[in-house]
């Protein structure tokens, strides 16, 4: 059981440039986020998903866009890459399970992607 | 809209002692979770603990506890006897259960535990 994976753990990009971050999550969770962490802040919400086939945007999500194809996997593309866009990127998922513990209202997250954009 | 604010940019404390990091919301939902995350060096978010705004009763995970407010739209965070691996990023995070589920963070308190 792995979590929730992450890959690339770093990235180097020029501007213009398109690439896509990929998640993984091996533990059946129906819910699954994106997240940036700017230097020196908390994590803003980029895009989220429910469920396969079902996604919406978060806080910030000019500039990206998701897929849900299958319930394990959750990747974040960048299509014309900015130097804004110069952040840490986390992936987590959620149970979403009925009922309330631990396990299903916590997030697990990815160890996170760090993007540079030059 | 929710917002959660962590005052304190940084603090330090020394090893075996204890600190208390802040963290005060703004929301007018009367059910909602309330978490403590820990981001050490190596940049994985770990659940350091969580709160149900339903229960009165504070959360303790072994060295960690909480002292929740639910007036004051308070939520601090105690460790005790703190250890040199304490070291981190501590993010506060507030959650309604519902829709999208999805955590509000606050910018986070700078942790360095003092040999």
């Known amino acids: 059981n792995a979590g929730v994976t992450q890959t690339p753990k770093f990235r180097i990009l020029k501007i213009g440039q398109s690439m896509t971050l990929q998640c993984a999550q091996d533990?059946?969770?129906?819910?699954m986020y994106w997240y940036r962490q700017d230097p020196g802040m908390g994590l803003k919400l980029i895009y989220y998903?429910?469920?396969?086939?079902?996604?919406d945007k978060g806080e910030v999500p000019n500039g990206y866009n998701v897929s849900r194809s299958t319930t394990e996997d959750f990747p974040l593309r960048l299509e014309l890459a900015a130097p804004s866009q110069t952040s840490v990127y986390f992936c987590?998922?959620?149970?979403?399970?009925?009922?309330?513990?631990?396990?299903?209202?916590?997030?697990?997250f990815g160890p996170g992607t760090r993007l540079t954009v030059l | 809209a929710q917002t959660v604010t962590q005052s304190q940019p940084e603090m330090s404390v020394q090893e075996a002692e204890t600190v208390t990091l802040s963290c005060t919301y703004d929301t007018s939902e009367n059910n909602y979770y309330l978490f403590w995350y820990k981001q050490p060096p190596s940049r994985q978010m770990i659940l350091v603990i969580r709160q149900e705004a339903y229960k009165q009763q504070n959360a303790t995970e072994n060295r960690f506890s909480v002292n929740f407010q639910k007036a004051a739209k308070s939520f601090s965070l105690k460790i005790s006897d703190s250890q040199l691996g304490d070291t981190a990023m501590y993010f506060c995070?507030?959650?309604?259960?519902?829709?999208?589920?999805?955590?509000?963070f606050g910018t986070g308190t700078r942790l360095k535990v003092l040999a």
């Open positions: 987590a998922s959620r149970s979403g399970l009925a009922g309330s513990s631990r396990s299903t209202d916590t997030q697990y």
């Open positions: 995070a507030f959650m309604k259960p519902s829709g999208t589920y999805k955590y509000i």
């Open positions: 533990m059946n969770h129906n819910y």
């Open positions: 998903s429910v469920g396969a086939g079902i996604t």
